[in-house]
């Protein structure tokens, strides 16, 4: 039996190339295997199969049984853009291409038309089999190959950015933002303006700008450009009225010591015993929990000497005395002589002020005048003078502490007593803090990193438990509740307030948002641990005082550090947590707990304390419109009101607040107007009526009690005419000249504290 040779019962379509690597082929010319291996690409079939590339003439000239010339494609570089990984990959096949052959430079269209060859370099000469095609179809062939690689390039980009998004930077995303760029080196009354002014420059709040420009613009009242007879005589109110409230403001600052500067005389009389006692006894109970300046038991051997005998007292102890005091009062309320102890208490800040800010002697290079540099800033914002500008003053404290060697562990400097060396702890600890709260509100670098000091942390004692004679601490575990716990406390989570502030507050802003997910749950957990730690030490003299402020120190931090991620939620998604911690955190610093003293110390804190004010409620204001604004649309305004309801009450309590300011002495109105305008606003959005008229009648109206408590406040007191002063009060617009930038608005807040 004559034996006859195998046949293929299929074609072989594939190229040589991914038949021998076992893969598939799209049959391309050349395939997008060999394109992207840079290999040969070759067709090789049968005689009783046409050659693909070939007339059919020429397949039917070969011989039965015997193989064709292989059709060769070389891998030279293409006319169009390359193909992309997500293209050409090896478990995947790629889109069917059109069976036009490719044409490679050098090669024209009327060349591959006539089955030409084109030699590439280091290249041996190929030859082409080429289908006689006209340019038209060259043409298309590009047109086709040159779409598909754009979609290609277009879903490559479309799958980067959204991983790109979760480690896009602060100041990627503020670029983005109209505006942003060119504004962020704006002055405001000299001063650069700060990570939480951009809040209250969004849409949401253009209705309340609009009617604040409007009532600060002259043609409102001599022009046609408002219609409405009733919209243009509340602007023109709100314009008088708003005069008449900075009018009365200027003659209230105007009784400051430091706008008389040859009066050095101040009234450095302490109260009485009872009095002196019972504040310094607050302070200690307060504020010494968290800023361990003072050596408790030393202080009161001082006080006692100073009380029986005050010239043996030098003036830095004094000051040191009165200062306490001082503070320790702005917890306390007394009654009808609250104004005339205030008064004194200011006095003795501006004593303490002008005394380090003279010649510098020995007396002020020492731990007593370090002493009374830490208890003067914080007086200053405790009391609000010149609180928004403590971080300059700042910087002289830290030159100090550093010059003098705080900086360095005293195990590297000569020998000196236990007493001495945890004093000086202790105060390096305290001044860190400072350092961190002030640089957050003045959104200006910190000065200092850990780099550039060595000091150890204070021991965990009581101030019992060291004295003069101390020669070895018996210091207590960490679990122990001691009078060291809360700044021991702080000092856990300063490192993370550190970075947090030195990377929102640098020149070049490089905040991804990994970076601001892995800050936020450190300083979460912060808050959890010193929570656990003070519920389980309950019973050892915890107040809700120490709670608050302790609270207040470390969760305000969220907010500026979420701040550029969360106005961009909304949008993207992705930042929805920076949306929602920023909320929470607002609502938690609101509405802190129950205490008499807190209570009293944020009616007339300033600074930090005040800062915290104008950000939570910027915040609180921002979401209340938005959300008000999207329920309205999606029609649940009047079925889901509860959360709006919260941020309501919220508003309403700060509004409270801030008239009890104004009551106090506080010179700016813009709180209580511009939170009785949001919600106003929300109120107009509710119920589906003017918002204009409706909020140019909250500003009026709360324009017009500001007004009355402010001239209830200037007659009661006795304050000098311009003509008994030995200083011309400055312009209004702070002798800026043409580089003034009319931020009279100010969103919540930013005038310069009480009188």
Known sequence: MESQSRKRRRPALSCLECRRRKIKCDRSQPCAHCVSSRSQCTFKVYSNDPIIGQQPQQASSSSGGTVSSPTAYAPTPLSQPPLTSTDICTDKPAPRRSYYPFTTPGITAATAAAGGHHDTPNTPSRHYSRPQTGAQDLENTQSTLQDLLKRVQTLESSASSFNHRQSETGQEILERQPGIQDSQVILKKTRVLKWSDWIGQTEEFEPIYNCYAAAMCDETRDGDSIQDPEARSLYIQIGDLLQKCKSIARRMKMGRPSRNLPCTDFNLEPPSREIAETMAALYFRSFESTYRIIHVPSFWNEYHRYRNNPESVAIGMRLQILLVIGIGSSLHEHGDTDIEFRNKVHQWVYAAQTWLSGPLEKDRLNITGLQVHCLTLLARQVFSIGSDLVWMSMGSLIHRAMQIGLHR??????????????????????????????????????????DEFDTEAPSNINDEDIDASTTELQTHPKSTFTAASMQLLLLDSLPTRLRIVQLINGLHLELSYLDV????????????????????????????????????????????????????????????????????????????EPDEGFSHLEVIGGGMFREGIRCTVTVISLELIVQTEAQRLDGTLHRNGQHREVLKRALRNRIALSLERIRQGETNIKTHMFLSMILAQVGAMEEGSSKDLKIARSARDSLELCHVLLQERVDSLSLPGPNDLCLTPPSFDGGLGEFEVNFDLDFFLRDEGFS
């Open 409 to 450: 562990d005293p195990k590297y400097l000569p020998p000196m007593c236990v007493l001495q060396a945890e004093v000086r702890r202790r105060l390096w600890t305290s001044i860190l803090e400072m350092v961190v709260q002030m640089s957050l509100d003045s959104a200006m670098p910190p000065r200092i990193s850990f």
């Open 517 to 592: 997910l892995s800050l936020s749950s450190e300083i979460t957990d912060a808050c959890r641990a010193w929570s656990r730690f003070l519920k389980e030490n309950e019973n050892a003299g915890v107040t809700p005082f120490h709670r608050n402020l302790l609270d207040y120190l470390v969760r305000r931090f969220l907010i500026p550090l979420h701040c550029t991620f969360a106005s961009k939620a909304r949008a993207n998604p992705l930042f929805y947590y920076s949306l929602k911690v920023s909320l929470e955190t607002a609502l938690a610093i609101v509405s802190p």
